[in-house]
């Protein structure tokens, strides 16, 4: 038994494909000779009638369950799923900093410790979340018509600690990819790898203190646990302080033959403080203090709540799985903005406030089954999603002499509600060929009552329907080696209060090609080269007077992407990703020019990330191992309205640190080279004097990043 516990386990494959599998395992079990040879057995004497009968025989050994898990087959070529020791390779503070391993993706936060961070995924701005779909554990993370932007998505509420993996599927090729995957769709399955208890204690420069706890029973798997974090900033400048706490609590227990059960619950809240925007040349040549504010009432406010729970069921023949997932989300946002200074209020300033609450109730769901059409591993999906929203949302102009409104840009009240179902077949019409593809229909309804437009709070309605194609074709050219081609229609909804009455929503659509190849070597080796070519019907650009992204036409993308991981020795990982994306319009409108390059999208990104997990001695009994890991981002050729360009970002993170068994001690150093780099960088007409006359000629405009900062934190783990 000791023997067979310590078993590891890896998919059973077919031409790289993961299938079911049966193992046959031989157990030859041999006695100890005796010492001496044994005496002669007297013979048993009768049975009498009154002798008790025999003792009845032992119970059954209680059987031990193994479970296999494999990787889905992927839609493109570029698909990927980061694991554990890749996204622990280098600092990171967040859930949203893991996204950086992902190929295509930057990411930066130029509206404070809080505020959802602003993504960049293979020539997409998608702001704070308006082209990718992003899930946390079954659930959607993006908010629908949310009065910042389109599509906002906060990852605050998960700590880092607790995702095992990132899944990552660039472009719309799945039949389960709903709204907002314009760019993507990105998934975080959730997972605590230490059993037992385990407490951090970090402290940093600025004044950042952090409390990390969680727990996983021994006798579990790494999706049950709790976990707790409470952190704290001053900020390396004015108007930078922010706090937030958060929970997560996950259970999986089984149900009966074949049926597992997943329990998750999570809250989290924050507050922050934001510097906002500055003028690069009052930075530049020494009018302001690099990290000083011209508004330091800026900021904001975030909470979220949420309950999942996921059935899963699979038949005794593994021909047959079924998935159920219901989830609730209650979220609340409020941000205090100021982009242009005076330029429209030269007296009371054109400060900004924005709130959003929303409650959220949906369910995905699935069953997929195997019918031999070609070959016995045919299979044929059906699916259904569905979520209804409620959002009460405004957003004022506030007085920065006095907080007093001036204004009230907007007051409504919105339901959403998005009904989809899909259909997914995956074919073997020969042997190297594996053909998949599917349709997926979206049905969406919006109602407003627009207090501010209406004046009297009359209502409206909208609906629209999009339907999606979706294919790819996956030829084996080698055991390790796949070549796949793929094909997909994405949509994203429409902001509410953009529709009228009885109007057809028109859905932003994008239709995408992909082309590549994928090369597995097991976990030892991953490495994927993919082109493509994307088409939207129109686009997002951010407007500095709205203080949010605004439609723009029609655009193309045209571009290339390099992944690979390798982990060349078992306490060795490497990972890295290179990605170009040319993005132009292809329509024009009074602000844009067709050809012209869609602003605040990179030409560039690239990362890297190497850990090194050597075991260094053996003190105590115990292994002393030793952890050195760095991250390498890299952002380059940033178009700004106007023919300019933004400067280019390169940031360099080590992290180092020992653990003994139950202590550990580590220091995570973020922008090692104290790099002077602007996480936000923008072009337009700005005045930041208080009754000076606006002028209207467009300037730069800058939000500062982060300069070098350390992190020292001591965790022990205890009960493992």
Do not use: C
Request: charge should be neutral; avoid cysteine; hydrophobic fraction near 40%.
């Amino acid at each position: 038994m000791r023997t067979v516990t310590g078993w590891t386990f890896a998919p059973a494959t077919r031409n790289g494909t993961p299938v079911k599998a049966k193992i046959r395992v031989v157990a030859r079990f041999v006695a100890q000779p005796p010492a001496s040879p044994p005496l002669p057995t007297p013979p048993k004497a009768p049975q009498s009638p009154r002798d008790p009968a025999p003792p009845p025989p032992p119970p059954p050994a209680t059987p031990i369950s193994v479970t296999i898990a494999g990787e889905t087959p992927p839609r493109n070529a570029s698909s990927v799923v980061k694991k554990r020791d890749v996204l622990g390779a280098a600092p990171h503070r967040t859930a949203s900093d893991l996204l950086k391993v992902l190929p295509g993706v930057f990411i930066t936060q130029h509206g404070g410790q809080g505020k959802a961070h602003q993504i960049f995924l293979r020539g997409f701005d998608a702001g704070h979340g308006q082209d990718i779909e992003l899930r946390v554990a079954g659930a959607p993370v993006n908010e629908v018509s949310n009065v910042h932007g389109q599509g906002y998505a906060d990852l605050h509420f998960i700590m880092p600690e607790v995702v095992r993996r990132v899944r990552a599927t660039p472009g719309p090729f799945d039949p389960r990819q709903g709204d907002f995957a314009v760019a993507g769709t990105i998934e975080f399955d959730l997972g605590l790898a230490q059993a037992g208890f385990t407490t951090s204690f970090g402290l940093g420069t600025y004044g950042e203190r952090r409390v990390f706890v969680a727990y996983r029973p021994r006798d579990a798997s790494e999706e049950t646990f709790a976990a707790v974090e409470a952190q704290s900033t001053d900020g390396f400048g004015p108007s930078r302080a922010a706090r937030r706490a958060s929970a997560v609590a996950q259970w999986v227990f089984p149900v009966g033959n074949n049926v597992s059960v997943r329990f998750m619950a999570s809250a989290y809240a924050a507050r922050f403080s934001s510097a906002g925007v500055l003028l690069r040349d009052d930075v530049e040549n020494g009018g302001i203090d690099r990290f000083g504010t011209y508004d330091p009432r800026q900021g904001g406010d975030s909470t979220r709540a949420q309950v999942v729970v996921g059935l899963e069921h699979e038949s005794d023949d593994g021909a047959a799985r079924s998935a159920l997932t219901p989830f609730f989300i209650g979220r609340s946002l409020r941000l205090r903005t100021n982009y242009t200074g005076f330029l429209v209020d030269s007296v009371n300033g054109d400060s900004q406030q924005q709130m959003n609450e929303a409650f959220t109730l949906g369910f995905s769901g699935y069953h997929r089954r195997k019918i031999r059409i070609f070959s016995p591993e045919d299979s044929l999906e059906v699916g259904t999603f569905a979520r209804s929203d409620f959002i009460d949302q405004s957003q004022k102009r506030l007085s920065v002499v006095d907080d007093h409104v001036t204004g009230t840009l907007v007051d409504a009240n919105i339901r959403a509600v998005d009904a989809a179902a899909w259909i997914d077949a995956s074919l073997r019409p020969v042997r190297r060929v594996v053909v998949r593809g599917g349709v997926r229909v979206d049905g969406l309804y919006y109602g407003v009552t627009d207090l501010e437009r209406e004046g009297s709070g009359a209502a409206r309605a909208a609906m629209g329907t999009h339907v999606g194609g979706k294919a790819t074709v996956d030829v084996a050219l080698h055991e390790r080696l796949h070549a796949l081609a793929s094909y997909g229609d994405g949509f994203r909804s429409p902001q509410a209060r953009s529709l009228g009455d009885g109007e057809r929503a028109p859905f932003t659509t994008v239709r995408s090609f992909e082309g590549g190849l994928r090369y597995a070597h097991g976990d030892r080796a991953n490495a994927s080269v993919a082109v493509f070519h994307t088409r939207l019907s129109d686009d997002l650009v951010f407007e500095e007077t709205t203080a949010r992204n605004e439609r723009a036409p029609a655009t193309m993308r045209t571009g290339f992407s390099l992944d690979f991981t390798m982990r060349p020795k078992p306490w060795i990982v490497e990972s890295g990703s290179v990605t170009y994306t040319h993005a132009t319009f292809s329509a024009s409108d009074a602000n844009h020019q067709e050809g012209a390059l869609v602003p605040y999208t990179p030409l560039f990104v690239a990362h890297a990330d190497v850990a090194l997990t050597p075991k260094l001695a053996r003190i105590l009994g115990r292994d002393l191992v030793g952890h050195i890991g760095t991250g390498l981002s890299y952002l380059g050729r940033r178009p700004l309205p106007y023919g300019e360009f933004g400067r280019d970002i390169f940031l360099a993170d080590v992290s180092v640190g020992l653990r003994l068994r139950e202590v550990g001690i580590k220091v995570d150093m973020e922008n090692l080279l104290d790099a002077q780099w602007y996480d936000g960088q923008f072009t337009y007409a700005s005045s930041f004097v208080r009754g000076a006359a606006p002028s209207l000629v467009p300037r730069q405009v800058v939000t500062v990043g982060a300069p070098f900062t350390l992190m020292a934190t001591l965790s022990l783990y205890l009960g493992s």
